[in-house]
């Protein structure tokens, strides 16, 4: 079992930047790889950015540039800095784990930290 604890949202004017963090209960070494989604209103969960173990990252296009995922394995603990963010970036963001074990892939999810953009 992997415990998922998110920490920075809040309330930012278009523009401006916030960084989130994700706190894992276990060491992301165990992690295959750990990443970021969000859910706007009436809209689904999606992905935002991904980093595995080795340090590979991808990113959603729409946030490419402005988005850095990164990992601090000795505090493990992941971030999302976020940079020019726009109104449209405003969303519940969920950081997600996955770990594989005996062929299977189990997904890890955090309780959300609200990011709101203003206009």
């Known amino acids: 079992q992997v415990q998922l604890v998110e920490s920075g949202g809040g309330l930012v004017q278009a523009g401006g930047s916030l960084r989130l963090s994700c706190a894992a209960s276990?060491?992301?070494?165990?992690?295959?790889?750990m990443g970021w989604y969000r859910q706007a209103p009436g809209k689904q969960r999606d992905l935002v950015a991904t980093?595995?173990?080795?340090?590979?990252?991808n990113y959603v296009d729409s946030v490419k540039g402005r988005f850095t995922i990164s990992r601090d394995n000795a505090k493990n603990t992941v971030y999302l800095q976020m940079n020019s963010l726009k109104p449209e970036d405003t969303a519940v963001y969920y950081c997600?784990?996955?770990?594989?074990?005996?062929?299977?892939?189990?997904?890890?999810w955090g309780q959300g930290t609200q990011v709101t953009v203003s206009s």
């Open positions: 276990r060491s992301t070494f165990t992690l295959n790889a």
């Open positions: 980093i595995t173990t080795g340090g590979s990252t």
């Open positions: 997600n784990a996955k770990r594989v074990w005996v062929g299977e892939v189990l997904d890890y």
